[in-house]
């Protein structure tokens, strides 16, 4: 993986009313703001905003690192990065942003800002039907 760091520079989250969520749009946008060299590296600004329809927003800029530079020079001469460079920085931005997404709409009271999956266990009569969930064993 190219990818040698990620951090975030802000984050911004707001939410704008307090209505019951109901059925609620979810969007997610990362856009590419600048690429520069440093090194053998290119520098990537990126933003990532996960937006709520008339609920709120969550909005973050960060930067990452990525080997080679390639990337930074194809920017600097045509504003844009190669398909598969651009889908790893995409999906690592979309990775990590979610999380932090996650946690921070939890404490705005939004919707979580991607479908959670929790297993689910069903007894019946004595059986337990679902999926084993492993972990500790609790007496």
């Not at 760091?5 to 609620?24: C, F, H, W």
């Not at 959670?116 to 492993?134: F, M, N, S, W």
């Amino acid at each position: 993986m190219p990818i040698r760091s990620m951090e975030l520079q802000s984050i911004e989250a707001k939410r704008y009313t307090r209505d019951k969520p109901g059925n609620v749009r979810v969007d997610h946008n990362v856009s590419i703001i600048n690429v520069s060299p440093e090194g053998e590296d290119s520098l990537v600004d990126f933003s990532y905003t996960v937006t709520y329809g008339h609920l709120g927003m969550i909005r973050m800029e960060g930067r990452l690192a990525y080997h080679g530079a390639e990337i930074a020079a194809m920017w600097a001469e045509k504003r844009k990065i190669p398909d598969d460079p651009l889908e790893e920085i995409y999906n690592v931005i979309m990775d990590n942003g979610s999380f932090e997404a996650l946690v921070i709409a939890k404490k705005l009271g939004l919707p979580p800002p991607v479908p959670l999956k929790i297993p689910r266990i069903k007894v019946e009569k004595g059986k337990t039907t679902g999926k084993a969930v492993h972990g500790p064993e609790v007496a």
